[in-house]
């Protein structure tokens, strides 16, 4: 069983809206949980990385959440583009050496 | 800064013939990682390298992948034969060492067809 999971598994929204993608995770011990963004044919790309004692990350218009009592980290998106068209993925690490990928969400930005 | 470069970009094989895939990191970047990432899915790590010693291979079907990395710059991982299930994206990545919120940086990777 996949120890990070990602939903919607994919969403469509139309440009200029906005939209929040969740991760919910039972790795443990926790250490930190990054966000990338993979365009299609590209590798992923960082986004966010969020250690324990933070919340909140933001990066433009990109802002990720993390509740690490409920293990919980959302990814929110502000007046989306259409080039945020791509998946987002999440990832968790135990520690620096082991980092657990989630199947991440596909998202599509209509104009 | 130069990215981390990867080729082939794409290679199409029949079944149980080998093939290579190259892959060059960020310079300075003391850790390199091998993924497969089949569709559909996150990606998968298959063996990860500090300098040119592995951390860790144990997701790595060492029956017919192998990967190397001298020097402890760029690295090769090889397949051989390759089976169907090999379809996939192999990624190679990079980060700095004493990594601890540090990101990865990833190639385009090598999109693998086996026929």
């Known amino acids: 069983k996949n120890q990070v999971e990602q939903s919607p598994q994919s969403l469509i929204i139309l440009e200029g809206k906005n939209c929040t993608l969740q991760?919910?995770?039972?790795?443990?011990?926790?250490?930190?949980l990054r966000w990338y963004k993979q365009d299609t044919g590209r590798g992923p790309v960082s986004l966010t990385i969020?250690?324990?004692?933070?919340n909140t990350k933001s990066n433009g218009r990109y802002t990720a959440t993390l509740d690490a009592d409920t293990k919980q980290s959302s990814l929110h998106i502000t007046a989306s583009q259409l080039s945020d068209s791509a998946s987002y993925i999440c990832v968790v690490s135990a520690n620096s050496d082991d980092m657990r990928f989630g199947a991440g969400t596909r998202l599509t930005v209509k104009p | 800064e130069a990215g981390v470069a990867q080729s082939p970009r794409y290679k199409i094989i029949e079944k149980r013939q080998s093939v290579a895939f190259w892959c060059n990191p960020i310079s300075g970047h003391a850790t390199l990682y091998w993924y497969q990432q089949i569709l559909g899915q996150g990606p998968k790590l298959l063996i990860q390298?500090?300098?040119?010693?592995?951390?860790?291979d144990s997701q790595l079907p060492k029956d017919r992948f192998s990967a190397e990395r001298l020097k402890g710059v760029d690295s090769t991982l090889k397949i051989q034969p390759a089976k169907l299930e090999d379809s996939a994206v192999y990624l190679c990545?990079?980060?700095?060492?004493?990594?601890?919120?540090?990101?990865?940086?990833f190639g385009d990777g090598t999109r693998l067809s086996i026929l």
């Open positions: 990545a990079s980060s700095l060492e004493g990594r601890e919120s540090q990101p990865q940086h």
């Open positions: 390298f500090q300098n040119n010693g592995v951390v860790d």
């Open positions: 991760c919910n995770y039972t790795v443990s011990p926790f250490s930190n």
């Open positions: 969020m250690t324990f004692s933070e």
